[in-house]
């Protein structure tokens, strides 16, 4: 129930009926795992990578335990899957490790690599088909709000079917500067009852992932990139 739960009411729905028929020990196993405090020497990724090695990324493609356990693919581990990202299915993206700067070339060895701007903003991911916008967090929490928003620039995007990835964060056209955090569901609100308004969402894209049909999860970021410029024109999100 809780897996299938659309909206933060519904799962707190769920996490009630399963607080009212728990024990006390129950109860407080279910809280240490939502404050991350199991403290038992391993994270999720070890568990499933311990169950099927590629178990772990199909829970990051899917954002669901559920389908992992379900997928009888799974049950041979000696038997790999070809795991890829799909059209309106949340997903969790890849995430950035925190390094020191001037260790970059030990990191990346001897092969050129990319630097990115750090943006101070809400990770989201963009997916279109025609006119049909439907966006997410990070976590794989559909974000309603912004979905009519990004609809205005869909004559920027070059391509009926597309997954974009990107950045987003409230500027001001006024200061020519990004705002602080945390201040994008104001002008979010802003926006909508003034389309016009100086204060605006603006997303920064910086990697695709779908385009017409074609997955491109297992492509290099240099050939993304290209594909990316192609098809965000003059990239105005």
Do not use: C
């Not at 933060?8 to 991350?36: C, G, H, Q, S, T």
């Not at 997903?91 to 943006?119: C, S």
Request: a positive charge; charged letters at 30%.
């Amino acid at each position: 129930d809780f897996a299938s739960a659309r909206s933060d009411d519904e799962k707190a729905a769920v996490l009630m009926r399963f607080n009212r028929r728990a024990n006390p020990r129950e109860n407080a196993y279910l809280a240490r795992i939502i404050l991350k405090d199991m403290h038992i020497g391993m994270t999720e990724e070890t568990v499933l990578k311990f169950y099927h090695p590629d178990a772990y990324e199909l829970y990051l493609a899917t954002d669901s335990l559920k389908e992992v356990l379900d997928d009888k693919a799974l049950l041979n581990p000696r038997k790999r899957i070809d795991v890829n990202v799909e059209l309106f299915r949340p997903f969790r993206p890849m995430l950035a490790q925190r390094h020191v700067f001037t260790h970059g070339e030990n990191v990346m060895g001897e092969e050129p690599f990319y630097i990115e701007d750090k943006l101070d903003g809400e990770r989201l991911l963009l997916h279109k088909k025609g006119r049909t916008v439907r966006t997410w967090s990070r976590r794989g929490i559909e974000k309603p709000m912004y979905n009519e928003l990004f609809k205005r620039v869909i004559r920027f995007i070059d391509a009926d079917e597309v997954i974009l990835d990107g950045e987003l964060l409230s500027f001001d056209d006024e200061t020519g500067k990004f705002l602080s955090f945390g201040t994008n569901v104001g002008t979010a609100k802003v926006q909508k009852a003034n389309p016009k308004s100086k204060q605006h969402l603006k997303l920064m894209v910086f990697d695709v992932l779908l385009v017409n049909g074609r997955k491109l999860k297992n492509m290099p970021l240099s050939t993304r990139k290209q594909i990316l410029n192609r098809v965000v024109i003059n990239n105005p999100m």
